[in-house]
């Protein structure tokens, strides 16, 4: 599987974005694709997945009740709506897959890595 991830930008504070993520090649059922975030001098944080074949969802603490992460699985990709930004959010954000995600919080679970998109929300 190949991600591509798309849609950041530098935005206020309060404003929404949505990011996207074009999966090719095949995906399982059993794929959970999520999305996760690196600001400078921090680690990686999960921030939500779903599970490819029902709707299952998950999200990180600091993404809970602003962001909303969905999937059309007739265009492979999935999406992150993320509403309320905050300073605190300023990251890049990568899409990542992984297959029968025991932890789904955990990043070396995934083994496809898109290449990112910066999110930058000023205050």
């Known amino acids: 599987v190949q991600l591509q991830a798309s849609g950041g930008g530098l935005v206020q504070a309060g404003d929404s974005l949505r990011l996207s993520c074009v999966a090719s090649?095949?995906?399982?059922?059993?794929?959970?694709i999520g999305w996760f975030r690196q600001a400078p001098g921090k680690e990686r944080e999960f921030v939500a997945t779903?599970?490819?074949?029902?709707?299952?969802?998950y999200y990180g603490d600091s993404s809970k009740g602003r962001f909303t992460i969905s999937k059309d699985n007739a265009k492979n990709t999935v999406y992150l709506q993320m509403n309320g930004l905050i300073p605190e959010d300023t990251a890049v954000y990568y899409c990542?897959?992984?297959?029968?995600?025991?932890?789904?919080?955990?990043?070396?679970?995934?083994?496809?890595w898109g290449q990112g998109t910066q999110v930058t929300v000023s205050s």
């Open positions: 779903i599970n490819w074949s029902g709707a299952s969802t």
């Open positions: 990542a897959a992984g297959h029968r995600v025991p932890q789904v919080a955990v990043p070396s679970e995934y083994d496809c």
């Open positions: 090649g095949h995906i399982f059922s059993t794929y959970y």
